[in-house]
Structures are given as structure tokens and as C-alpha cells.
């Protein structure tokens, strides 16, 4: 369900207006007039709200207590009995169009104001701006914080105690702990980068999470954190994000990690307590590393599991005992043809 403080709920919606915009029919036996008040994940959705599953081994879709899901046409594994299933053609695009009914202006931050710090903004009395700032509506910005030049702040941010805020640096949608630094040129809260592909092109599905940046987090010069989807992108205490870094909607990093500068990290990826990743790591979607791994520069990390505890180079990436025998046998190799 989406954040109210950054989001603008249009519904509620019937069934069959969800169906229509949807391109399918209400399923048989439902009731087109049932009210849907939302959108939501299938672990979070409730009652009176919709999700959508995609296939896939996950429990989620078994034990979701949402009222109305979409499916894929054929779908064998069959819905909880309080939940109605949607049998729709592309469940991407179908959530994309309901999502789009709910949330029309979920994506950049528009802005109306014409005064620098909104009316409705909750600055302590010792904060400071610097000249260009601006503060949308409903912000909040704790005791001691600072703010650069041209620097944005979007409805509903708010920033704790003891920040420093650099220049030119873009937050919407997130929640700052106290005392996190983030420096020039950041982006924070953007929509993440989610569409539904088909033949006619690609179909911007809407983010409609947030960023959540706890206490002593550091965040780079010219580095991106986008927006969940639906849940939330996590970044934990203590953690320091180097320059020039991507991290993905609905990733979510552990405390007291560390991030060298131009380190790619795709959605829906999740790092334990005390990683170490080196410069130029690319971390495909889903991917899990475990509590204290650390990854050698340009390693490059597929969809599934690494363990904590360990060193990990190569690609893709192995342990690094591994990734050493291959270079030595690589190195072997290369000689035997030099001699012949």
C-alpha cells in the first residue's frame, strides 16, 4: 500500500472498472460491484485491496490475504479461498493499468509552490538552507541539519537530526535517520526502473514505495537510490555508498556496508550486515549475499545465493580460491601455446 504522505489514493474502484482497465472480465461468480480501495504486494495487501502474481515458486501467492489478485491466463496453482483471481493476459501490464488508476501522478514530484519553503513544512529552528533551496509540502526536517545550494526536498520527505545535505541533491519520497550525509548531485527516491515489455514496447509500471535511509548512513557525489516498487528500498545503519552507485528498487542493504565507487546493484536484491563490495561489482536482480561477504572489484554476482563470511571474485562470482585456481589455470594455458 502506498505511503499517503508521498502518494494521492484516486479509488475506491469496482471490480469491474479494475477488469475494463485491465483489458479482462470479471471472473465468474464475483461481484463486479466490490469495491478495491488499493494496490499492494501480496504479503502486504488485505481485504479490500488488489495484488498480482506472476508465477513462481513463492509462497506469498498461497498465503496472501489480499481480496482480489491477478493471474496469468492457465495459472494451475489456485488462489486462497477469500481471494478472487483475475485471470488477465499480461499480469505486468494489467497491474501496470490498475496501478495507474489508483496513483495517475506517481511519478516525478510536481510542484506548484511558488515560495521556496512551503507553508505546510516543519523546519526546527536551527536548521539551515543554503541559497536555492527548496521544500515541498509537508516536510520534515530535524534540529541541525544543513542543506547546500539548489538542492530539492518533495512533499512529505523527512530528515533527521544532525544531516548534511550537500548540493544539488534531489530527495522524494524517503524517510533520512539522523545524522546521514548524503553528498552533491545525489538522487534519492526516484522511480525505479520497472516496466511491462511486449511487442507494442515497454509500459512504465508505477513505483510506489519509498527510500529508507536509517541513522550514519553516508551517500555518494552523483549516486542513485530508486524507490520500491510497492515495499520499500532499505539502505541500514552505519552504511557508506560511495560515488557514482546505482542501487535498485526494493533492494535492501544491511547495516555497516560498504560500497566502492560505480557498483551497479539490480531490484529486488538483498546484502546482510557488513558486506564489502569492491568498484565496478554488478549485482543482477534478486540476488542474496549473506552477512560479512566481500566481493573483489568487477565481480560480477547472477540471481541467487552467496554465503556470508566469505571472499568472492570472478564472473560469475565464486569463492575467491576458485577464482584464483582459474586464473592460474587460464595463465598455464596461455603459456603451453606460447611454447608451441
Same mark, same amino acid.
Given at each position: 500500500?502506498?505511503?499517503?504522505?508521498f502518494y494521492?489514493?484516486?479509488?475506491p474502484f469496482s471490480?469491474?472498472?479494475? &477488469?475494463?482497465?485491465?483489458?479482462?472480465?470479471?471472473?465468474?461468480g464475483?461481484?463486479?460491484?466490490?469495491?478495491?480501495?488499493?494496490?499492494?504486494?501480496l504479503?502486504?495487501a488485505?481485504?479490500?485491496?488488489l495484488?498480482?502474481y506472476?508465477?513462481g515458486?513463492?509462497?506469498?501467492?498461497e498465503h496472501?490475504q489480499?481480496?482480489? &489478485?491477478?493471474?496469468?491466463e492457465?495459472?494451475?496453482?489456485?488462489?486462497?479461498?477469500?481471494c478472487?483471481?483475475?485471470?488477465?493476459?499480461?499480469?505486468?501490464?494489467?497491474?501496470?493499468a490498475?496501478?495507474r488508476?489508483f496513483?495517475?501522478?506517481s511519478?516525478?514530484?510536481?510542484?506548484q509552490?511558488s515560495v521556496?519553503v512551503h507553508?505546510?513544512?516543519?523546519?526546527?529552528g536551527?536548521?539551515?538552507l543554503?541559497?536555492?533551496?527548496v521544500?515541498?509540502?509537508?516536510?520534515?526536517i530535524?534540529?541541525?541539519?544543513?542543506?547546500?545550494?539548489?538542492?530539492?526536498?518533495?512533499?512529505?520527505?523527512t530528515?533527521g537530526?544532525?544531516?548534511?545535505i550537500?548540493?544539488?541533491?534531489?530527495?522524494?519520497?524517503?524517510?533520512?535517520?539522523?545524522?546521514v550525509l548524503?553528498?552533491?548531485?545525489?538522487?534519492?527516491?526516484g522511480p525505479?526502473?520497472?516496466?511491462?515489455s511486449?511487442?507494442q514496447?515497454?509500459?512504465?509500471?508505477?513505483?510506489?514505495?519509498?527510500v529508507?535511509?536509517q541513522?550514519?548512513?553516508?551517500?555518494?557525489?552523483s549516486?542513485?537510490?530508486?524507490?520500491?516498487?510497492?515495499?520499500d528500498?532499505?539502505v541500514?545503519e552505519?552504511?557508506k555508498?560511495?560515488?557514482?552507485?546505482?542501487?535498485g528498487?526494493?533492494?535492501?542493504?544491511?547495516?555497516?556496508?560498504?560500497?566502492?565507487?560505480?557498483?551497479?546493484?539490480?531490484?529486488?536484491?538483498?546484502?546482510?550486515?557488513?558486506?564489502?563490495?569492491?568498484?565496478?561489482?554488478g549485482i543482477?536482480d534478486?540476488?542474496?549475499?549473506g552477512?560479512?561477504?566481500r566481493?573483489?572489484?568487477?565481480?560480477?554476482v547472477?540471481?541467487?545465493?552467496l554465503?556470508?563470511?566469505?571472499?568472492?571474485?570472478g564472473?560469475?562470482a565464486k569463492?575467491?580460491r576458485?577464482?584464483?585456481r582459474?586464473?592460474?589455470a587460464?595463465?598455464m594455458?596461455?603459456?603451453?601455446?606460447?611454447?608451441?
Open positions: 500500500m502506498a505511503d499517503p504522505r494521492d489514493n484516486r479509488g471490480l469491474k472498472d479494475i &477488469c475494463e482497465a485491465a483489458g479482462g472480465a470479471v471472473p465468474g464475483a461481484d463486479g460491484r466490490a469495491q478495491i480501495h488499493d494496490v499492494a504486494s504479503s502486504g488485505g481485504p479490500s485491496q495484488s498480482f506472476t508465477g515458486g513463492s509462497d506469498d501467492f496472501t489480499a481480496g482480489f &489478485c491477478f493471474v496469468g492457465g495459472e494451475k496453482r489456485a488462489a486462497p479461498p477469500s478472487v483471481a483475475i485471470p488477465v493476459r499480461s499480469v505486468q501490464h494489467a497491474f501496470a490498475t496501478a488508476l496513483y495517475p501522478d511519478g516525478l514530484p510536481m510542484w509552490q521556496a507553508p505546510t513544512a516543519r523546519l526546527a536551527d536548521v539551515a543554503a541559497p536555492g533551496v521544500i515541498g509540502p509537508q516536510v520534515e530535524g534540529a541541525g541539519t544543513r542543506i547546500g545550494p539548489n538542492s530539492v526536498i518533495a512533499r512529505g520527505v530528515i537530526r544532525n544531516c548534511e550537500g548540493s544539488n541533491v534531489s530527495l522524494s519520497h524517503a524517510y533520512l535517520g539522523d545524522q548524503i553528498l552533491s548531485g545525489a538522487q534519492i527516491g525505479g526502473f520497472g516496466f511491462a511486449g511487442p514496447g515497454h509500459v512504465k509500471i508505477p513505483q510506489l514505495g519509498r529508507i535511509l541513522d550514519r548512513v553516508e551517500i555518494g557525489s549516486t542513485a537510490l530508486d524507490r520500491g516498487a510497492l515495499g528500498t532499505v541500514g552505519g552504511s555508498i560511495d560515488n557514482l552507485v546505482q542501487i528498487h526494493n533492494t535492501r542493504i544491511g547495516r555497516h556496508v560498504v560500497i566502492v565507487g560505480h557498483v551497479g546493484i539490480s531490484g529486488s536484491c538483498e546484502l546482510g550486515d557488513f558486506v564489502i563490495v569492491g568498484g565496478q561489482v543482477a534478486h540476488a542474496k549475499i552477512d560479512g561477504a566481493l573483489a572489484a568487477r565481480t560480477g547472477i540471481p541467487g545465493e554465503a556470508g563470511g566469505q571472499d568472492y571474485g564472473m560469475p569463492p575467491m576458485d577464482y584464483a582459474e586464473l592460474a587460464i595463465k594455458l596461455v603459456k603451453g601455446k606460447k611454447k608451441t
